[in-house]
């Protein structure tokens, strides 16, 4: 193992990572253009109660791993496989030295020693503590691994970002290793979640997003996978910060951040309009365009991507977060996993037009200097209200006009309102997390745990 840790404090201050020269110059290009799909994503969460069976498979997979990564099994122990992504593979392991050092990360055991006695405390402390250790793929460049290593130390004194404890590299092996969070798999509970729960759930992964674009970091893939949420404890924590990136990275200047008046003489006098104005219909596209294409990073998950992303804006901001959180809250709503299911990017586009309409993509597009053009007839000029899809997702149309119109429940209405405010096509419109917390369907989540609360005091007396 490269790293040998001698002090009793556990953080990566101490951590030199990766001394190895890039690979190849094609880390930045390589970021450009990715999008995972997102049935690529981890399979399942393994629920790892100690006594859980291990597939032959995982166990011949550990020891390969364990062989491969010499010394690793003195310090872990590992148990299980628990995800398996696009980027990485994680395994659930028992954390052999974790009484050698000053675990300040463990927020657990922190709230623990709140509630307990000295005497209690100490003998909880001696219970086996469990970690997560990603094995990032050797495929994935130097300077992709030191940029997810380097952001989550930035945001180590964040409960609701998933601290990183510390990191080892064996040869071009990299592995973090991760406080392990007990969570539910989001496929288990997304279909029958209450609203109530749903804001309790918004809240927790707001609460993340605020404290990571606080730093001004975009996270840029954040899906149900990537939040990992323990409904008991109405508790989340963000994880996977490997295509997260500082805001103002790679920034070129991109026309939604002229004033609405630049923009229109912009617009005016482009080539395009100026084709409009000569020929008085809409010109076809170029069949040969000799300009150079334009570059964005489009890093991300198919299906939670913004539509700036999509347009290749070339200064997307935190707020590009905010329209993943919103794919989010849709999918709660329409009880649809994924929601959005695109090939590609062009697909993408279509699939937030059946939604929003001709209309609305057109000023989208425009904001960032860009044409949206469809021949397809059948999405409609304006679309259809969020309110109607969720109807028509949950089974509440009727096609006897006769019949009572069916309506959304006022929790539900509630949710939506909110939900338009998450899914703004335009980001300079979008709700921050700042304000997502301050919403009132987000704030209805501290009446609804002080009611509870009155309830306790009642039953007490
Ligand atoms: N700290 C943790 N505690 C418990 N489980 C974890 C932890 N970190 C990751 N996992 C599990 O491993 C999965 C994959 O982790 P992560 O998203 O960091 O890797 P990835 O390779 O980038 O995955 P993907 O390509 O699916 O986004 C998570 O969805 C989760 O199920
Ligand atoms: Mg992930």
Same mark, same amino acid.
């Given at each position: ?28 290009? !390589?970021? %450009? ?18 006594? !859980? ?27 299980? *496989? ?14 052999? !030295? ?5 675990? *300040? ?41 030191? @940029? ?24 071009? +092996?990299?592995?973090?290793? $991760? ?7 989001? *496929?288990?509970?997304?279909?029958? &979640?209450?609203?109530?729960? &749903?804001?309790? #759930? ?17 996270? *840029? ?6 939040? %990992?949420? =323990? ?20 920034? +070129? +200047?991109?026309?939604?951040? /002229? ?9 005016? @006098? ?44 070339? +200064? ?16 709660? $709503? ?14 993408? %586009? ?10 609305? &993509?057109?000023?989208?597009? /425009? ?34 006009? =006769? ?16 939900? #338009? ?24 989540? #501290?009446? !609804? ?13």
């Amino acid at each position: 193992m490269a790293q040998a840790r001698t002090s009793t404090q556990r953080h990566v201050e101490e951590l030199d990572l990766l001394q190895d020269q890039p690979r190849g110059g094609d880390a930045a290009e !390589e970021t %450009l253009d990715e999008s995972a799909d997102p049935l690529e994503e981890s399979g399942r969460t393994i629920d790892s109660s100690e006594d !859980e069976s291990v597939d032959d498979m995982v166990v011949e997979d550990i020891e390969k791993f364990e062989n491969s990564f010499v010394g690793i099994n003195k310090r872990y122990r590992l148990i299980n *496989r628990i995800g398996e992504g696009t980027f990485s593979t994680v395994y659930k392991a028992e954390d052999l !030295e974790y009484y050698k050092y000053n675990n *300040r990360w463990d927020i657990d055991e922190r709230e623990r020693r709140k509630w307990s006695s000295p005497a209690r405390a100490k003998r909880s402390a001696r219970k086996p503590h469990y970690v997560a250790i990603k094995k990032i793929y050797v495929t994935s460049s130097p300077i992709r691994i030191f @940029n997810e290593l380097e952001l989550l130390f930035d945001l180590k004194n964040s409960d609701s970002v998933c601290p990183l404890i510390t990191a080892f590299r064996h040869q071009d +092996q990299v592995v973090a290793v $991760l406080p392990y969070f007990q969570h539910q798999d989001f *496929r288990d509970y997304y279909k029958d &979640m209450k609203i109530s729960e &749903m804001r309790l #759930y918004m809240k927790s992964l707001l609460t993340a997003l605020r404290a990571v674009h606080n730093r001004k970091i975009l996270h *840029r893939d954040v899906k149900p996978t990537n939040f %990992l949420y =323990n409904k008991w404890l109405n508790r989340g924590v963000l994880v996977d910060f490997g295509l997260a990136e500082r805001e103002g990275t790679d920034w +070129q +200047q991109c026309n939604c951040t /002229l004033t609405p008046e630049e923009r229109r003489y912009k617009n005016t @006098n482009s080539v395009w309009q100026q084709k409009v104005a000569a020929w008085d219909v809409t010109p076809s596209m170029p069949k040969t365009d000799t300009r150079s294409s334009r570059r964005a990073n489009r890093a991300g998950t198919r299906g939670f991507r913004a539509p700036e992303v999509l347009m290749k804006c070339t +200064q997307q901001t935190t707020i590009i977060d905010m329209w993943s959180a919103g794919v989010i809250l849709l999918t709660l $709503l329409t009880r649809r996993f994924p929601f959005f299911h695109s090939a590609d990017d062009i697909d993408a %586009l279509l699939e937030i037009t059946t939604i929003f309409g001709r209309k609305k &993509m057109k000023e989208a597009a /425009l904001l960032h200097g860009q044409v949206f053009q469809t021949n397809i007839p059948s999405y409609s000029e304006y679309g259809h209200s969020l309110e109607k899809i969720i109807l028509w997702c949950t089974g509440r149309t009727d096609s006897d006009k =006769n019949a009572p119109k069916k309506e959304l429940d006022d929790e539900e209405k509630d949710a939506v309102a909110f939900l #338009y405010r998450l899914l703004e096509t335009d980001p300079s419109k979008r709700i921050t997390a700042d304000e997502a917390l301050r919403h009132p369907f987000i704030t209805k989540a #501290y009446e !609804e745990s002080e009611a509870e609360d009155d309830v306790v005091d009642l039953v007490e007396v």
